[in-house]
């Protein structure tokens, strides 16, 4: 797929559902991290002095974390790429200073490379580049996330695809061989971008009989796309009751875990007490024998012993002798 289609498919509005599904299967793989939707920004940046090179890049789109992202289509290797990555980050990240007291805080960027060529090496599809520490392998900042996508490392046939990601790289490096939608790729996401990819391979005339075939089939269209929104916003409510249900329980099982660390808590201050209570106890019997041993030796019977501790000597007898 050529930079030009590649931006006629992912680059509008009405089909950014593809970007987004693209997006997803490789930041899920790369970075776990998922979007929910996005909004296409400008692709072109000034600078500020005129005799400055402009940049213009392929694909760019902010999420709803506003989290950046930009991608690049290179069909050919090109002198100084790895160069130009980087000097587009520096002109996105100097273009996010605000006037007046600004603090210095940018926001994450993404910038996705699709190649045609090898990049760093010749068996790695997907490689990821951060700045971090050589040493300790630790994130020195998450701001900068560049991500090399080889194609033309991708050597899997349409029978050895599994997932989502897979898929969508297959169709990124052979799409344009195709005659047909494989057997693997059913469902609506795929079907349209077929439909697209066939639509932009017409003549004028061919287009124009499309369009009218299209404009005829609007408001079934859009009634499909009234019970997506319907079903999302069900999906959500689903989700959004499910979360509280989740929420409840863990309170619950919070709330069981305090009372039992409260009846452990009185089991040992009760054991406490017993062990308090034996000690004291062996103490007084201590004390009662002593005094016993020692009215013997004053010549006391144990008749005489009895009355005056209020004992009874045989209980005694064990500790005694």
Same mark, same amino acid.
């Given at each position: 797929?050529? !930079?030009?289609?590649?931006?006629?498919?992912?680059?509008?509005?009405?089909?950014?559902?593809?970007?987004?599904?693209?997006?997803?299967c490789?930041?899920?793989?790369t970075?776990d991290?998922?979007?929910?939707?996005?909004?296409y920004?400008?692709?072109?940046?000034?600078?500020?002095?005129?005799?400055?090179?402009?940049?213009?890049?392929d694909?760019?789109c902010?999420?709803?974390?506003?989290?950046?992202?930009?991608?690049?289509?290179q069909?050919?290797?090109?002198?100084?790429?790895t160069?130009?990555?980087?000097?587009y980050a520096?002109?996105?990240?100097?273009?996010q200073?605000?006037?007046?007291?600004?603090?210095?805080?940018?926001?994450?960027?993404?910038?996705?490379s699709?190649?045609?060529?090898t990049?760093?090496?010749?068996?790695?599809?997907?490689?990821?580049?951060?700045?971090?520490?050589?040493?300790?392998?630790?994130?020195?900042?998450?701001?900068?996330?560049?991500?090399?996508?080889?194609?033309?490392?991708?050597?899997? =046939?349409?029978?050895?695809?599994?997932?989502?990601?897979?898929?969508?790289?297959?169709?990124?490096? !052979?799409?344009?061989?195709?005659?047909?939608?494989?057997?693997?790729?059913?469902?609506?996401?795929?079907?349209?971008?077929?439909?697209?990819?066939?639509?932009?391979?017409?003549?004028?005339?061919?287009?124009?009989?499309?369009?009218?075939k299209?404009? !005829?089939?609007?408001?079934?269209?859009?009634?499909?796309?009234?019970?997506?929104?319907?079903?999302?916003?069900?999906?959500?409510?689903?989700?959004?009751?499910?979360?509280e249900k989740?929420?409840?329980?863990?309170?619950?099982?919070?709330?069981?875990?305090?009372?039992?660390?409260?009846?452990?808590?009185?089991e040992?201050?009760?054991?406490?007490?017993e062990?308090?209570?034996?000690?004291?106890?062996?103490?007084?019997?201590e004390?009662?024998?002593?005094?016993?041993?020692?009215?013997?030796?004053?010549?006391?019977?144990?008749?005489?012993?009895?009355?005056?501790? =209020?004992?009874?000597?045989?209980?005694?007898?064990?500790?005694?002798?």
């Amino acid at each position: 797929m050529t !930079d030009f289609g590649f931006k006629r498919v992912f680059g509008s509005e009405p089909n950014k559902v593809f970007l987004v599904s693209l997006l997803n299967c490789i930041l899920l793989y790369t970075d776990d991290i998922e979007i929910v939707d996005i909004e296409y920004l400008k692709n072109e940046y000034l600078s500020d002095d005129e005799e400055d090179r402009k940049v213009i890049i392929d694909l760019m789109c902010k999420d709803t974390q506003n989290r950046l992202f930009v991608v690049e289509v290179q069909l050919s290797p090109q002198l100084f790429f790895t160069d130009r990555i980087l000097y587009y980050a520096s002109r996105i990240f100097s273009n996010q200073q605000t006037k007046g007291n600004w603090n210095y805080e940018l926001k994450p960027l993404y910038i996705i490379s699709l190649s045609y060529f090898t990049i760093q090496n010749d068996f790695e599809v997907i490689s990821v580049q951060k700045l971090m520490n050589i040493k300790t392998q630790e994130v020195f900042s998450d701001k900068l996330t560049i991500i090399n996508v080889q194609l033309n490392n991708f050597k899997k =046939n349409e029978e050895e695809l599994e997932t989502d990601l897979e898929k969508w790289l297959y169709l990124l490096k !052979d799409i344009h061989k195709l005659e047909r939608i494989p057997k693997n790729f059913q469902g609506y996401l795929f079907e349209r971008l077929f439909q697209i990819a066939e639509y932009h391979g017409l003549s004028k005339k061919e287009r124009e009989k499309y369009d009218k075939k299209l404009d !005829d089939m609007g408001v079934y269209e859009n009634a499909i796309q009234y019970a997506i929104l319907e079903g999302k916003k069900l999906a959500e409510k689903e989700i959004q009751e499910a979360r509280e249900k989740e929420r409840e329980a863990r309170e619950k099982e919070k709330e069981a875990r305090e009372k039992e660390k409260e009846a452990r808590e009185k089991e040992k201050e009760a054991r406490e007490k017993e062990k308090e209570a034996r000690e004291k106890e062996r103490e007084a019997r201590e004390k009662i024998v002593l005094a016993i041993l020692n009215l013997r030796k004053l010549k006391f019977s144990d008749i005489q012993i009895q009355e005056v501790l =209020n004992i009874k000597i045989s209980d005694y007898h064990q500790s005694i002798f």
